[in-house]
């Protein structure tokens, strides 16, 4: 004979009560974890710019745990961590730790976002730059071309990423000895229309273009482009201390 037990309405709602309260301490235990992630990640980030690199690395590696361990294994601010870390290895020359890293951070990108999605474009850049740094120029260059595609049919043709990753393969070109003044005379383009001649910006591709002229012996043409960009980068910036003094009467 099948035996029905019934629980009173008050310890039902008791019971209830008991479970929310479990899940918003579990809900708040996990927003505390992600604001403490991401504090972690902001220091890590300051000591990177610093330069000083052996105290950033505990710092991005315990984001990546906290992220790692409370997280989807294809949540978007996993691959962030993933990609810091990646970026500090690999400045560091440390290439065989940060590749896994920035492969498996792309994986969760063209997953989640979809392959034509802006860090798509910044995570193809990073482990082009990687391969570069290794020699392994037949695996980079298909990367900087398509993170170049992206850029140009998600944001235009004009906008100043794509200057960037024309300016990211000129500079990869250029390291294999092979022409790149189109690459350069359009990322210039694209930064004087898009942030004004006087930008820094302008006056890093034009010292870049003079380079380029420099090496082909054109002279004349590399010598107003060589005026005009230390001109501009102390118009927006300020003297360089480093640079000689000039006379003055």
Known sequence: MLRVFMVPVHR??????????????????????????????DRAGVLYRAGKFADAE???????????????????NLATSLNNLAELYRVQGRYADAEPLYKRALAIYEKVRGPDNPNVATLLN????????????ADAEPLYKRSLAIREKVLGPDHPNVASALNNLAGFYR??????????????????????????????ALGAL???YNTQGRY????????RAPAIREKALGPDPMSPKRATT
């Open 220 to 227: 004349a043409e590399a010598e107003p482009l060589s005026k």
């Open 58 to 76: 505990p710092l991005y590696k315990q984001p990546l745990a906290i992220r790692e361990k409370t997280l989807d294994p294809d949540d978007p």
């Open 175 to 204: 390291s294999q000895g092979r022409d790149t003044e189109p690459l350069s005379k359009r990322a210039l383009a694209i930064y004087e229309k898009a942030l004004g001649p006087d930008n820094p910006d302008v006056a890093t």
């Open 12 to 41: 039902i709602g008791f019971i209830l009560a008991a479970m929310l309260l479990v899940n918003s301490f579990v809900g708040s235990l996990a927003i505390a974890q992600q604001d403490e992630a991401a504090v972690l990640n």
């Open 126 to 137: 990073n482990l082009a730059l990687l391969y570069t740094r290794r020699g392994h120029y």
């Open 210 to 212: 003079a380079s380029l």
